[in-house]
T-cell receptor, first 117, second 113 residues
Framework: GAVVSQHPSWVICKSGTSVKIECRSL??????MFWYRQFPKQSLMLMAT?????????EQGVEKDKFLINHASLTLSTLTVTSAHPEDSSFYIC?????????????FGPGTRLTVL | GQQLNRSPQSMFIQEGEDVSMNCTSS?????WLWYKQDPGEGPVLLIA?????ELTSNGRLTAQFGITRKDSFLNISASIPSDVGIYFC?????????????FGKGTLLTVNP
């Protein structure tokens, strides 16, 4: 199988606090993990690409100091939303890439709903 | 950057009906992917298309990779209530092992029992 988990599944925090979201590939080692953000009734927007042992690559318009990504192992990537504000409220989804039959396939986590008060 | 346009934006159908949705791209894709997202969940891959003209089925789902490599459609036959969700097309921005996906805006499907 190829299961990706996220923790927490939802979080409510006060404005100005930091929130850490974990993404784990449970039964495979992921060469690459991706972080997406999805606003209500919108599509998934790629935020950053995360490779184990190296710095994340951020998409244009995504603040790297705001969204800290750490990829400590081949099965774990974390996204920390620093000094969160209400406009950061969103659905954050990670995906992990698994090599399958010579082709990479991305498997998505169940998402984390962040609400900043 | 690459843009994916989907049609329609939303659909309301009766259980048992067939439904079709499509995506078009401003540029050529080498792979087309169709995902379904249930409310509050992450997307799940339904069908992957790798060759122009390819027609692939997965149960009641059928998808085709357009000859021009700039479009794809997804058909669902004999819809059932659990087909409700958002359907996204997606394609990789570049080849290689670290491809990034561009997602279309999604088609919201509602199935009335």
């Amino acid at each position: 199988g190829a299961v990706v988990s996220q923790h927490p599944s939802w979080v409510i925090c006060k404005s100005g606090t930091s929130v850490k979201i974990e993404c784990r590939s449970l039964d495979f080692q992921a060469t690459t993990m991706f972080w997406y953000r999805q606003f209500p009734k919108q599509s998934l927007m790629l935020m950053a690409t995360s490779n184990e042992g190296s710095k994340a690559t951020y998409e244009q318009g995504v603040e790297k100091d705001k969204f800290l990504i750490n990829h400590a192992s081949l099965t774990l990537s974390t996204l920390t939303v620093t000094s969160a504000h209400p406009e950061d409220s969103s659905f954050y989804i990670c995906s992990a890439t698994k090599l399958a039959g010579g082709l990479d396939e991305q498997f998505f986590g169940p998402g984390t709903r962040l609400t900043v008060l | 950057g690459q843009q994916l346009n989907r049609s329609p934006q939303s659909m309301f159908i009766q259980e048992g009906e067939d439904v079709s949705m499509n995506c078009t791209s401003s540029s050529i894709f080498n792979t087309w992917l169709w995902y379904k997202q249930d409310p509050g969940e992450g997307p799940v891959l339904l069908i992957a298309l790798y060759k122009a003209g390819e027609l692939t089925s997965n149960g009641r789902l059928t998808a085709q990779f357009g000859i021009t490599r700039k479009d794809s459609f997804l058909n669902i036959s004999a819809s059932i209530p659990s087909d409700v969700g958002i359907y996204f097309c997606a394609g990789p921005n570049s080849g290689g092992s670290n491809y990034k996906l561009t997602f279309g805006k999604g088609t919201l499907l509602t199935v009335n029992p």
